[in-house]
């Protein structure tokens, strides 16, 4: 079975320093979105690419938050420089595109804890 | 602004046990609310998606029904199993297509 892969899977990391987070999508899968979930909370939504273009990133801090989806396949989500606040699960989804299939699959995260 | 949310924000059963979990919603043209399963550091699986009020889909021991104001999710004779959160997520009517999800609910099954 396809499966959305994210790497690397945990990620420790001081206050200041820059972090980065990779993403590939279920074959074929044009939109690919990236969440933050904190502990508790339910996913939030930070950015989402169809194919390699920006479809909406407004809740993505954009003074230390950067997404980048080059050739519309595999995704790489930075943050430069990490707070401590940013400390959260990071998901990666994606979907097929067309029709009324909208189901989002995600992969298994990334957590990150900055010290 | 598209809101979610779920309740009760915890949910202790015995195996055996049948419940519901409530999802309430608020959004503007609504074209999907999906039903997922998160474990414990992982992410969420999906397992359902309903598109419109009337609407009811079944997966083993899961049941999801909609109506214009909220879903439910139905959990007959639950396993230990099945001990997961549930999150409801919707997707409304905005150009995106970015999910809108509640808190979930922590679901406990003890044999």
């Known amino acids: 079975e396809a499966e959305v892969a994210q790497s690397p899977r945990y990620k420790i990391t001081e206050k200041s320093q820059a972090v980065a987070f990779w993403c590939d999508p279920i074959s074929g899968h044009a939109t690919l979105y990236w969440y933050r979930q904190i502990l508790g909370q339910g996913p939030e939504l930070l950015v989402q690419?169809?194919?390699?273009?920006?479809?909406?990133d407004s809740q993505l801090p954009k003074d230390r938050f950067s997404a980048e989806r080059l050739k519309g396949v595999d995704s790489t989500l930075k943050i430069q420089p990490a707070e401590l606040g940013d400390s959260a699960m990071y998901l990666c989804a994606s979907s097929s595109t067309g029709g009324v299939v909208y189901e989002q699959y995600f992969g298994p995260g990334t957590r990150l804890t900055v010290t | 602004e598209d809101q979610v949310t779920q309740s009760p924000e915890a949910l202790r059963l015995q195996e055996g046990e049948s419940s519901s979990l409530n999802c309430s919603y608020t959004v503007s043209g609504l074209r999907g609310l999906f039903w997922y399963r998160q474990d414990p550091g992982k992410g969420p699986e999906f397992l359902f998606t309903l598109y419109s009020a009337g609407e009811e889909k079944e997966k083993e021991r899961l049941k999801a029904t909609l109506t214009k104001k909220e879903s439910f999710l139905h959990i007959t004779a639950p396993k230990p199993e099945d001990s997961a959160t549930y999150l409801c997520?919707?997707?409304?009517?905005?150009?995106?297509?970015?999910?809108?999800f509640g808190k979930g609910t922590h679901l406990i099954i003890q044999p």
């Open positions: 997520a919707v997707h409304g009517g905005g150009g995106a297509d970015g999910l809108t």
């Open positions: 690419f169809q194919d390699e273009s920006v479809v909406d």
